[in-house]
């Protein structure tokens, strides 16, 4: 029998797909897929992930599960008391996964950290842990559970539903001001919660701004990095945080408070003109965050207020001294100066409208305009000669 495998699968070096005819039985619609050469625990195991076979056609599922993770492969897409349904994605230390409790049924995210903790290590790490669960806050992620397998630990987290910021606006989107603002107020509020109890984010980033509902922003990886960077067993690792997106004393290997302020920063940037004010290769980026200005805002967008431009740019000072005194200061400023750039704005009008226009449409061949004002007053209007051809009340009579 021919197997076809999808050519997503046949691109990824660390898959491999074959057909197993020892589970081949009488039933021509059931077999067996085996996955992951570097993982022999799962061909001793018999651990296989199970696929419908239609047609000489292999649907795969759950692929995903064979990564490159001591934890997840000896354990059978098992882990404490939940069962991995899903790679939700992977940072720079942590690779998440889609887990739903064997008995409640519930579903929710599990962080599995790619490291060993030395035994000296362990009961740091269950106080650093302790704290991240302790934050409370309608914008934060729950930490609901976190447990060492062997010398493996991962956290168990809230399950966002809508997916991250990234997604839904990603890479080169330019997102209007009013849901930049609406965004920082909610992350910069989850952000004092974390300072107040002496912690510091390190890698704030859309990738790690949830959506609960398509208004309401929940901040995760809230603490991770300081968690793993606190234990002796990742002293050698890289830095915590994203090049794009770390502060100058970050890339210091000094993070403060104001740290998270820049990196928020750099995300309303990204927001309000569709791109990080630095990009390129990671040293390459590193070494402008350290020591090369922003580009001004409206250099890329013109459009921006130079009030709103002047507020990102303080978020981006070199000098953690020079930014904002506090991540909700920095949130209360960009929604003052948004609240300006609104009421600046040129209301669009006509001479027969007696109040401020509110649509407009153009007829197919572009030789006609209808407009509609604040009080549901309707005209039409010739495009060249700006003649009132008609108007209507849009409510009715009356």
């Not at 790679?87 to 230390?93: D, K, M, T």
């Not at 409370?136 to 987290?157: A, C, K, Q, S, Y």
Request: hydrophobic share 40%; with cysteine.
């Amino acid at each position: 029998m021919t197997l076809c495998v999808p050519e997503h699968v046949k691109s990824r070096a660390d898959i491999i797909v074959t057909f197993h005819p020892a589970r081949w039985e009488s039933d021509e619609n059931t077999g067996a897929l085996m996955i992951n050469e570097r993982a022999p625990s799962l061909y001793i195991k018999a651990a296989v992930v199970k696929a419908s076979m239609q047609c000489a056609c292999v649907w795969i599922t759950h692929l995903d599960f064979a990564r490159d993770n001591t934890m997840i492969h000896s354990t059978a897409q098992h882990l404490g008391n939940y069962r991995l349904i899903r790679h939700l994605g992977s940072g720079g230390f942590a690779d998440v996964y889609l887990g739903e409790h064997l008995h409640l049924k519930t579903l929710a995210a599990i962080k599995v950290l790619r490291t060993q903790l030395a035994p000296q290590d362990i009961d740091r790490f269950l106080q650093e842990a302790r704290t991240i669960a302790q934050l409370n806050h309608p914008h934060i992620v729950r930490v609901l559970d976190f447990e060492i397998e062997g010398t493996t630990p991962f956290l168990v987290m809230e399950y966002a539903l809508e997916g991250t910021l990234r997604q839904e606006h990603p890479h080169g989107s330019i997102v209007p001001l009013a849901h930049v603002v609406s965004y920082v107020k909610q992350v910069a509020a989850a952000l004092q919660h974390a300072h107040t109890a002496k912690l510091i984010h390190r890698d704030v980033k859309p990738e790690n701004m949830l959506l609960r509902s398509r208004d309401q922003v929940l901040l995760s990886d809230f603490g991770i990095a300081a968690v793993a960077h606190s234990t002796s067993s990742l002293k050698t690792q890289d830095q915590s945080g994203t090049p794009q997106y770390m502060a100058p004393e970050q890339i210091q290997g000094k993070p403060r408070p104001a740290s998270d302020q820049y990196a928020l920063g750099v995300v309303v940037y990204e927001w309000l003109c569709g791109m990080p004010p630095f990009q390129g290769e990671s040293m390459q980026v590193l070494y402008q965050q350290a020591s090369t200005p922003p580009p001004p805002l409206r250099d890329k967008v013109s459009t921006i207020s130079p009030a709103v431009e002047r507020v990102v740019l303080r978020a981006l000072a070199k000098d953690p001294q020079q930014r904002f005194e506090s991540i909700v200061a920095f949130a209360v400023a960009l929604e003052q100066a948004a609240q300006l750039h609104r009421s600046e704005a040129t209301l669009c009008t006509h001479r027969d409208h007696g109040s401020e226009v509110l649509a407009l449409a153009w007829s197919p061949d572009g030789t006609r305009i209808a407009s509609i004002d604040a009080s549901a007053i309707a005209f039409v209007w010739d495009t060249g000669t700006g003649e009132t051809l008609s108007s209507f009340n849009w409510l009715g009579p009356g």
